[in-house]
């Protein structure tokens, strides 16, 4: 099972330099929000990393299988010098497209040491299960015939 797939639009070409840019960040914005993903038992897991993001600016959006984490950092005092500026600063999001087996609906979330956790629950239908098979003994009822 895939914890993300990526979706293709009309232009697949924008959408893998846009992808790329945000999972390898560009010498000018290095990627907003390092991501880790694995599943654990009947969840998937997804962390983040926002170091220093206030948290009441984090919001989280859920339509359809799509979950669009935003965030900002705050613009640099323009009254600075700054030897180094390579944080995001401003709003900036990311997308996860996830699979149609896990349960939207029962995301959790938790913002702890800089780092964004949400935790996504298996689809009670996607969960492997067992059926009973019903058994009939043909010869029983041959012989009661």
């Known amino acids: 099972m ?11 070409f924008r ?12 010498p000018a ?4 929000m390092p991501m880790d993903a694995w599943r ?6 997804v962390e983040l990393d926002l170091p220093g993001i206030d948290p009441n600016s984090l919001d989280l959006d859920v339509e359809r299988n799509v979950v669009t984490v935003r965030a900002s950092r705050p613009e640099l005092d323009p009254g600075r010098a700054m030897l ?6 401003g709003v900036f999001s990311r997308q996860l497209f996830l699979g149609e087996n896990l349960d939207t ?14 935790v996504i629950p298996i689809s009670e239908q ?3 299960r067992k059926i009973e098979i019903e058994r009939h003994d043909h010869e029983r009822q041959a012989l009661n015939a």
């Open 40 to 45: 654990e038992g009947d969840d998937f897991l």
């Open 29 to 32: 914005r290095p990627a907003a």
């Open 105 to 118: 609906n029962a995301i959790r979330a938790d913002y702890r040491d800089g780092v964004l956790r949400l």
């Open 84 to 89: 180094a500026a390579e944080r995001t600063r």
């Open 2 to 12: 895939e914890v993300a797939t990526m979706l293709m639009r009309t232009d697949p």
């Open 15 to 26: 959408d893998l330099d846009r992808l790329t840019q945000q999972v390898f960040g560009t």
């Open 126 to 128: 996607a969960k492997p």
